[in-house]
């Protein structure tokens, strides 16, 4: 049985492994988007109780359905009722954790353009509040995740109408992030760069 998750991606069940500390490559998963990877970690996570995160569902006013028969309806037509905030999220260690996840086809800079205004006040807010808040960027190119605090996205979100610059630097992003290296468990261990910045 298919089992898909509100947003349709499919569940997949994390395989039970002796060895959750190995830091091998998992080849097996290239070509998976980075929400798949995020996901898939967000499901080790929770499994093993270390944190509860998830995606957050995109909210949508159904307009239209058709019910060829009466299992099988089809949405036809529905619209964002609003813009969305960040993509993902949930508690770890007692702490809320709030943040987007990027692909980016560019090899030397992120595009600012990848975020919208919304979900940068809605990071600026939750910041107000004390709560843990990034971006995860990967660089498609060369499969490379990073992961960018969020008052490092907001300096250079600031700054893009009075310096002029559309784009974070790779170089600032290697240099200011934490590099997450993938693993076979959890597949993206994005929980490790964020202790790296809390403590």
């Known amino acids: 049985m298919t089992i898909r998750y509100p947003n349709g991606n499919q569940f997949y069940e994390q395989p039970a492994s002796s060895n959750t500390h190995n830091?091998?490559?998992?080849?097996?998963?290239?070509?998976?988007?980075?929400?798949?990877?995020?996901?898939?970690?967000?499901?080790?996570?929770?499994?093993?109780g270390i944190?509860?995160?998830?995606?957050?569902p995109t909210p949508i006013q159904i307009v239209s359905v058709d019910y060829p028969k009466r299992s099988a309806a089809r949405i036809k037509e529905a619209y964002f009722r609003k813009a969305s905030t960040t993509d993902y999220n949930g508690v770890y260690k007692g702490k809320y954790i709030d943040f987007d996840a990027k692909e980016t086809k560019s090899k030397t800079s992120f595009p600012?353009?990848?975020?919208?205004?919304?979900?940068?006040?809605?990071?600026?807010?939750?910041?107000?509040?004390?709560?843990?808040?990034?971006?995860?960027?990967?660089?498609?190119?060369?499969q490379s995740v990073y992961l960018l605090k969020a008052t490092d996205l907001i300096d250079y979100w600031d700054k893009q109408e009075t310096v002029g610059r559309k784009s974070i630097p790779r170089k600032v992003i290697e240099k200011d992030g934490f590099l997450i290296a993938y693993r076979i468990n959890p597949?993206?261990?994005?929980?490790?760069?964020?202790?790296?910045f809390i403590e």
Request: glycine share 2%; net charge positive.
């Open 112 to 142: 600012l353009k990848n975020f919208h205004k919304h979900q940068v006040e809605h990071m600026r807010q939750c910041l107000k509040q004390q709560g843990i808040c990034f971006a995860i960027i990967k660089f498609i190119s060369d």
């Open 51 to 56: 944190a509860v995160i998830h995606k957050k």
């Open 187 to 196: 597949l993206l261990p994005y929980l490790t760069a964020v202790d790296s």
């Open 23 to 48: 830091d091998s490559i998992d080849f097996s998963n290239r070509g998976m988007t980075l929400e798949d990877e995020i996901n898939k970690s967000n499901q080790y996570y929770l499994k093993n």
